[in-house]
């Protein structure tokens, strides 16, 4: 009897704390997952390193509460077309996928069009610390159905190995990642609901050998067309909080970035090399598509900074700054371009864009086609294109521009280059003032302009830092005082002098080579004939 009772004593307890710890279990309601192809086994439970399943399919899932984890373990390589629908966490306890142990960075990968990793109406994911690669698909598609997304965060993540190759047309942005040939998409063009990406945090991430980058778009109007017949009808709805920083983007045939539908946006510290490979002509050097580098689409009160785009061979666009239908308040500072087919085309619609901002940018060398302030009578309104410097620009038009500040700027054109601008800027309300023009004939719009000699530190066009000025350069001090919250130039220096460039400190002590009486005659003798020469042949075209 003794024997009997002690049993069923032992046994109640044991049920007793098996049932404590199912209810334990049920409050905190998170789990880590451990997934290792190299020595995993699918009949295990998963649920530590011991126990580690070895694919995604061996995984033994009943929900997904917040914070629950899954590992793959490095150096490993796991099939993958995973697609979560209504899956969230929460800020403080996100669902996270991510690695463990020693080794390269585990790769999820797929070999069919599709995409890696689908997050369907999902909010708080946080993906770290993994590669991705699919050679005919593509990485990760954020998308909305029923209600917003909230707080996803892509951090330290190489996408590579993407379809890369030669196209003759745009890639198609209307559904999902693989047929856009992306990196990562958000949403899409058209946009499929009403409901935002909000707080998307991307960051410390490489994207090489992938066609496409960081895709971001949203609702521009309804679901089914991103486009309205007339202006009245844009009803955006737009996603907040987008952050990209720290990313190194290289070696792609198309776009790094879209800021498609945001408001407040920030891209910042981000290398674009050698993006938009495909020249987009056919045989006969007619223009089939246009890509660029970074740019904005319909977004407002966002920001690209600290940037380097370098590059860019698309022969329709390859520019750094991009405004494209109705952005506004948006602006690019602090951007080093260099190596580009232009500097700047902007791609107004309807009534134009406002508030618009250039400034504090090095450009150099990216002279292989026309840089335009506003394709289109639309216009770019109230634009801010000021303290840039730029080196041997290709032909630069200031054409329909309205309400426009365009101040302190050095533009050094290569040759035959000419600047083109609207004569009746007054009555369309601009302002040109305290420029620097060289190898270009001065404009008769900028009557405090320089025609000079620039007066920069170096020769060596490799290094940013040529572009500083002498504290002998006539450009120090010459340009006007504007009221903005910058407090450093384009090479961090504090701002203490009212220059003209994207300099803006007293000067550095070294002399440079100043420009003989006679070359300077004879230059601006050239530029006048080669000005005069142009506008003819424009005319006669």
């Excluded at 800020?91 to 463990?100: A, F, L, M, Q, R």
């Excluded at 860019?312 to 750094?320: A, E, H, L, P, R």
């Excluded at 634009?383 to 290709?394: A, D, E, P, R």
């Excluded at 003209?500 to 006048?528: P, S």
Aim: proline content about 2%; some cysteine; hydrophobic content about 35%.
């Amino acid at each position: 009897m003794k024997t009997k009772a002690l049993l069923s004593l032992i046994l109640t307890i044991t049920l007793l704390l098996t049932n404590f710890t199912f209810i334990s279990f049920a409050v905190d309601g998170s789990k880590t997952y451990y997934i290792d192809s190299i020595d995993g086994d699918d009949s295990n439970t998963g649920l530590s390193e011991s126990e580690a399943v070895k694919t995604i399919a061996g995984l033994k899932i009943s929900d997904y509460n917040p914070g629950t984890t899954f590992l793959f373990r490095n150096g490993g390589k796991y099939e993958s077309v995973v697609y979560l629908n209504d899956v969230s966490g929460t800020k403080e306890k996100p669902i996270v996928i991510s690695s463990y142990g020693d080794g390269e960075k585990a790769i999820l990968y797929t070999n069919e069009a599709k995409e890696v990793l689908t997050f369907m109406d999902c909010s708080y994911i946080t993906v770290s610390d993994i590669a991705i690669t699919a050679p005919n698909g593509g990485g990760i598609w954020i998308n909305t159905n029923t209600k917003k997304s909230e707080g996803i965060i892509l951090d330290n993540i190489y996408f590579y190995d993407m379809p890369n190759g030669k196209v003759t047309a745009r890639d198609d942005f209307s559904s999902g990642a693989a047929k856009a040939r992306a990196a990562v998409m958000v949403k899409s063009l058209p946009a499929t609901s009403r409901f935002p990406v909000n707080n998307l945090t991307i960051t410390n991430c490489e994207v090489y050998d992938v066609a496409n980058g960081f895709i971001i778009w949203g609702s521009w109007n309804e679901a089914e067309t991103p486009w309205c017949e007339t202006e009245e009808e844009i009803d955006p709805v737009f996603n907040t909080g987008l952050l990209i920083q720290d990313c190194y983007l290289h070696d792609m045939d198309a776009e790094a970035m879209v800021i498609g539908m945001c408001d407040g946006a920030l891209v910042t510290d981000c290398r674009a090399i050698d993006c938009c490979q495909g020249e987009g002509v056919d045989e006969n050097g007619e223009i089939l598509y246009f890509t660029a580098a970074m740019w904005f689409w319909g977004s407002v009160n966002s920001t690209i900074q600290y940037c380097e785009i370098a590059g860019q061979k698309n022969v329709g666009d390859g520019m750094t700054v991009d405004f494209d239908s109705y952005t506004h308040n948006c602006t690019y500072q602090y951007i080093y371009s260099h190596d580009n087919m232009r500097f700047m085309c902007n791609n107004p619609n309807y009534s134009g864009h406002h508030g618009n901002t250039v400034r504090y940018c090095l450009s150099i060398n990216d002279n292989g086609g026309r840089n335009t302030t506003a394709v289109g009578s639309a216009g770019e309104h109230e634009l801010n294109f000021y303290n840039n410097t730029i080196i041997n620009s290709g032909e630069f038009h200031f054409k329909n521009i309205y309400n426009s500040y365009i101040a302190n700027n050095v533009f050094v054109m290569n040759d035959k280059s000419t600047f083109a601008y609207d004569l009746d800027n007054k009555k369309r309300g601009n302002t040109f003032e305290n420029n620097c023009y060289y190898n270009v004939m001065k404009p008769i719009i900028d009557t405090k302009s320089i025609n000079e000699l620039p007066g920069f530190t170096g020769d060596d066009v490799a290094k940013i830092k040529s572009y500083e000025l002498s504290k002998y350069s006539p450009l120090i001090g010459k340009g006007t005082k504007i009221d903005d919250e910058l407090k450093t130039d384009f090479f961090g220096n504090e701002i203490t002098s009212n220059n003209i460039g994207c300099y803006g400190g007293n000067g550095v002590d070294v002399e440079y080579e100043k420009e003989g009486f006679f070359e300077k005659i004879g230059r601006k003798l050239r530029n006048t004939f080669e000005t005069i020469a142009h506008e003819i042949a424009v005319i006669f075209d």
